[in-house]
């Protein structure tokens, strides 16, 4: 199964925000590898794949795609386990039991049948300390902050609407809200944006950015759009092709809030170009060592 | 409602009384006896006369079949469940359920008749078996089409199974139950009526088995009009319980089941 050498350091990516011992850890993968089925028909999704991230980092994880973007988030969530390597999530190995993170994927999925405010109070329903007072607190405490996320977002007011009255651009802000609502440490958002055309597109990294830095949850961000993850991202993690692996590993220092404007400044357009190139590589030899 | 609904109505009722007008209209013209086929309006006279005597069997059918339907639709919501739930149960389970359900319930009547005698038992027995069917099928699909993100999502918070079936699963199962329950309360009825017809000296079903033997043919198509109008009005009662419900899944697209 070894395609490579294993790594631990990622060679010419400069050192990330991870390895100052100040931050606890909330995510870390050691050597963790991914294969779905078994034998003949067994499919290699991720490769040994070492990645670490502090508490409060907000990291983009970008490649081409089939590389195991979303494997690793998977991994990260508890909903897959590694078949070698080890996974720590928030200090604790991650095992059978769930890790009550907050995802969000670009499918929406709200729940046809409950108004907007109701969906979004739904993880309420499931998580502790919640689901005890849910009775209790649902029209009184969980309400009103699920009516605060809400106004947070933009959709003040939509409480009581139903799904199918919201457009996608709406749905998805309410998606994010449904993520967030049991304050979770971790939030894990697999192409959230991915169906959405570009302007809401860049209205909602506005929002995001904002809702990391009141929340200050650590996020790990599965996307295809380089500027999506150059915009919201304090570190960018590029990966080869299936199986995937982390082929370079950098911080993003634009200072914060940023804007939609300064995306088209050079220094911002550079960073584009060059996540390109090792996209580019990656998807022409996915079985090379590391980039640069 | 809107006129688009009410022209459609309007339709609706033009076309049963049509029904009926070419009927009588048919008979008159061709001579037909009332022996072989009584006008329909001798048939309405009829019911008027005779619904004294047909009242207490028409609450007999209406019990064996609301029995019947209630304990079906238990049994089916059941067994719906946990096909729907587990892949193994439902790969397991889906031979055995489709052979019984295509047996023919006629077939069934006289076992029953042998076990539990003649009456009510076999008429319930029969309603039963002929309707949980469609409730199970209806059931498992509603609760295999879970979305997947959705119950990851749930699953990476911590919900259980039962977390996921009764927030996700059941709700969403909604529209296909109650589309399954029109056609459930529509079979019960026929198992009722068949088993009644076959063993038993109560009920609509016996009532035209006995005057058919007599020859009071207008007596017999009273009773398919009976039949036929417990059956629409079972059917608009269990619609607009539906449309309460499930008002959100026609809002969209319409979810068909049966």
């Known amino acids: ?292 | 409602m809107t006129a688009r609904d009410i022209r459609q109505k309007a339709w609706s009722a033009a076309l049963i009384v049509l029904f009926f007008v070419a009927w009588e209209l048919f008979c008159v013209m061709t001579g037909m006896s009332d022996l072989v086929l009584p006008r329909p309006s001798e048939v309405f006279v009829t019911l008027y006369q005779k619904f004294p005597l047909l009242w207490p069997h028409i609450l007999q059918t209406l019990a064996t079949t609301m029995i019947g339907f209630v304990l079906g639709v238990g049994l089916g919501v059941v067994l719906g469940a946990v096909i729907g739930v587990s892949k193994t149960a439902y790969d397991t389970a889906y031979p055995l359920l489709v052979g019984f359900s295509s047996i023919p319930k006629v077939a069934v009547v006289p076992i029953f008749v042998l076990w539990f005698g003649s009456g009510s038992v076999p008429a319930v027995l029969t309603a039963l078996s002929i309707c949980f069917f469609p409730i199970v099928v209806n059931i498992a699909t509603g609760l295999a089409t879970t979305e997947p993100e959705l119950e990851d999502v749930l699953k990476a918070l911590g919900a259980s199974k039962l977390d996921i079936l009764w927030n996700v699963g059941l709700p969403r199962t909604m529209p296909f139950f109650f589309a399954s329950l029109k056609v459930a309360i529509s079979y019960a009825f026929v198992g009722a009526v068949l088993s009644e017809t076959v063993a038993s000296n109560r009920g609509i079903g016996n009532v035209m088995m006995t005057a058919s033997s007599n020859f009071n043919v207008p007596l017999v198509f009273a009773g398919l009009f009976v039949l036929a109008g417990l059956g629409v009005a079972l059917y608009v009662i269990f619609s607009l319980i539906e449309g309460r419900v499930t008002g959100w899944a026609t809002r969209k697209n319409d979810m068909i089941a049966t």
């Open chain 1, 1 to 292: 199964m070894m395609r490579m050498q294993p790594h631990s350091e990622f060679s010419g990516a400069p050192v990330s925000a991870s390895a100052a011992p100040a931050a606890p850890i909330a995510i870390e993968l050691s050597d963790a590898s991914v294969t779905f089925g078994r034998g003949e028909r067994a499919v290699p999704a991720l490769s040994k794949t070492t990645l670490r991230i502090a508490d409060g980092e907000f990291v983009a994880l970008v490649g081409p795609s089939g590389c195991g973007k979303s494997t690793i988030l998977r991994l990260a969530s508890g909903l897959v386990q590694p078949t070698t390597g080890v996974v720590i999530v928030g200090g604790r190995e991650v095992a059978a039991r769930a890790l009550r993170v907050g995802m969000a994927f670009q499918n929406p999925t709200m729940l046809p049948w409950m108004t907007i405010e109701r969906n979004i109070m739904l993880p309420l329903k499931i998580v502790e300390p919640f689901r005890s007072q849910f009775r209790k607190l649902r029209k009184t405490e969980f309400r009103d902050k699920a009516n605060a996320l809400l106004e947070q977002v933009g959709l003040k007011g939509f409480g009581s609407r139903y799904p199918w009255q919201l457009s996608g651009g709406m749905l998805q802000r309410a998606n994010l809200c449904r993520a967030l609502i049991h304050e979770p440490r971790m939030l894990l958002l697999d192409e959230p944006f991915g169906a959405l055309d570009q302007f809401t597109r860049e209205e909602l990294w506005s929002i995001l950015q904002d809702l990391w830095m009141t929340h200050k949850a650590t996020v790990l961000l599965v996307t295809h759009d380089l500027r999506e993850a150059a915009f919201l991202a304090s570190r960018i993690c590029v990966m080869s092709a299936r199986p995937g692996r982390i082929v370079d590993d950098s911080p993003v220092t634009f200072s914060r809030p940023r804007t939609v404007a300064m995306t088209f400044e050079p220094d911002f357009v550079a960073l584009n170009q060059k996540l390109r190139t090792f996209i580019v590589d990656a998807r022409s030899a996915p079985a090379e060592g590391a980039a640069s």
